[in-house]
């Protein structure tokens, strides 16, 4: 089984939207889903209630009572999970999940630990 936790902040354009992108890319796998909500001003909660619905058996939902931060929001999730891999993911397809299928895939066939990747060539705008 494949966990993603994915800190949520302020997300309701994207959130629903990759959850379902990853339930449809990661078909060859068992997945569960962890939104950890990190007390979003915006109509975060309304969509990842929405998400819950939809996918209620796959989605774990947490709303954090106040913001601590990305960082503390994962170590939320993290402590959540039930996956024999996990993988952690932002909220707003700054990573696809294409891509965090690729470093999942390349964990499993190397027995690795730890997979992570950079960019090569990251376009930064000022």
């Known amino acids: 089984m494949i966990s993603i936790v994915i800190p949520v902040y302020n997300a309701e354009q994207s959130i629903h939207r990759?959850?379902?992108?990853?339930?449809?890319?990661?078909?060859?796998?068992e997945v569960e889903v962890i939104l950890v909500n990190d007390c979003s001003i915006d109509k975060s909660h309304q969509e990842c209630?929405?998400?819950?619905?939809?996918?209620?058996?796959?989605?774990?939902?947490?709303?954090?009572?106040?913001?601590?931060?990305?960082?503390?929001?994962?170590?939320?999730?993290?402590?959540?999970?039930?996956?024999?891999?996990?993988?952690?993911m932002d909220d707003d397809f700054q990573n696809p999940p294409e891509e965090g299928l690729k470093l999942v895939k390349h964990a499993i066939k190397n027995n690795y630990d730890v997979t992570y990747a950079e960019y090569e060539k990251k376009n930064i705008l000022f």
Do not use: P, R
């Open 49 to 88: 209630l929405k998400t819950y619905d939809e996918f209620k058996s796959k989605i774990t939902y947490i709303k954090l009572g106040k913001n601590v931060g990305e960082h503390n929001a994962t170590m939320a999730g993290l402590k959540q999970t039930a996956g024999d891999w996990i993988l952690i």
């Open 18 to 29: 990759l959850t379902k992108k990853i339930f449809e890319i990661f078909l060859e796998f």
